[in-house]
C-alpha cells in the first residue's frame, strides 16, 4: 500500500545536538510538505517542497532546515539554534502543490523531546 | 492567506447526525475547502473537500453555502470512532495550508 513513513516515532535528544526525522512516501507526489505541532495547538508549517532539488521556507522556519534530492524523501533537520524544538512533528505529502483540489496524506508523526 | 473559523469544542451523542460548521468569510473564487481529522497521537486523515456544490463520500457530506463563505461537514451518524479533532481548511495554489485549532468532537453513548 502506498503511504508516508516517518521514522522514528518517538526520539529523544540532549539540547545542542541536530537531529534529522525522516519523511519517505511511495505515492509519487510531488509535493512534501513538514508542519509542526504543540499541545492542544494546530499545524504550524516549517518547510514545503514543490518539486525536486527545491524547497520554500514555511511560516517557522527559523532552527530547521530540510532537503529533497529525490522525490520520495524530505528529510528535516532539527538544528541546535530551534529554540523549543520539543514537538510532534508531521510530514504530509500531495499530488501537487499547483493542484489545490488534491488532499493531503499525512505520515503518522515523530515526537521529538529534546532535554 | 484566508483563514477559518471553528468553534473549539462540540458534543454528540452516538449514532445521532452531527453538524460541524466552518466560517471563511475571506474565501476566494479559487480556494477550495478542505476538511481533515486527528485522532490522538497521529496524523491528520482526509475527509472531504468541495469548491461550489455540496459533496458526499463514504466518510461525510459538506455543505457549502451559496455564498461559500461557511460550510458544515456532516456526519450522518456519529460513532465513538469519529471523536477526534476536525479542521476545516482553505486550499489555492498559492496557499501555505494553515491549520487552525480545529473543533474537537466528542461522541457519548
Known amino acids: 500500500d502506498g503511504g508516508i513513513t516517518q521514522s522514528p516515532k518517538y526520539l529523544f535528544r540532549k539540547e545542542g545536538q541536530n537531529v534529522t526525522l525522516s519523511c519517505e512516501q511511495n505515492?509519487?507526489?510531488?509535493?512534501m510538505y513538514w508542519y509542526r505541532q504543540d499541545p492542544g495547538q494546530g499545524l504550524r508549517l516549517i518547510y514545503y517542497s514543490q518539486i525536486v532539488n527545491d524547497f520554500q521556507k514555511g511560516d517557522i522556519a527559523e532552527g530547521y532546515s530540510v532537503s529533497r534530492e529525490k522525490n520520495e524523501s524530505f528529510p528535516l533537520t532539527v538544528t541546535s539554534a530551534q529554540k523549543n524544538p520539543t514537538a510532534f512533528y508531521l510530514c504530509a505529502s500531495s499530488i501537487s502543490r499547483q493542484r489545490h483540489n488534491s488532499p493531503l496524506h499525512f505520515g503518522n508523526g515523530t515526537r521529538l523531546t529534546v532535554t | 492567506d484566508a483563514k477559518t473559523t471553528q468553534p473549539n469544542s462540540m458534543e454528540s451523542n452516538e449514532e445521532e447526525p452531527v453538524h460541524l460548521p466552518c466560517n471563511h468569510s475571506t474565501i476566494s473564487g479559487t480556494d477550495y475547502i478542505h476538511w481533515y481529522r486527528q485522532l490522538p497521537s497521529q496524523g491528520p486523515e482526509y475527509v472531504i473537500h468541495?469548491?461550489?456544490s455540496n459533496v458526499n463520500n463514504r466518510m461525510a457530506s459538506l455543505a457549502i453555502a451559496e455564498d461559500r463563505k461557511s460550510s458544515t461537514l456532516i456526519l450522518h451518524r456519529a460513532t465513538l470512532r469519529d471523536a477526534a479533532v476536525y479542521y476545516c481548511?482553505?486550499?489555492?495554489?498559492?496557499?501555505?495550508?494553515?491549520f487552525g485549532t480545529g473543533t474537537r468532537l466528542q461522541v457519548t453513548l
Open positions: 468541495g469548491l461550489t
Open positions: 505515492l509519487n507526489h510531488d509535493a
Open positions: 481548511i482553505l486550499r489555492d495554489t498559492a496557499s501555505k495550508l494553515t
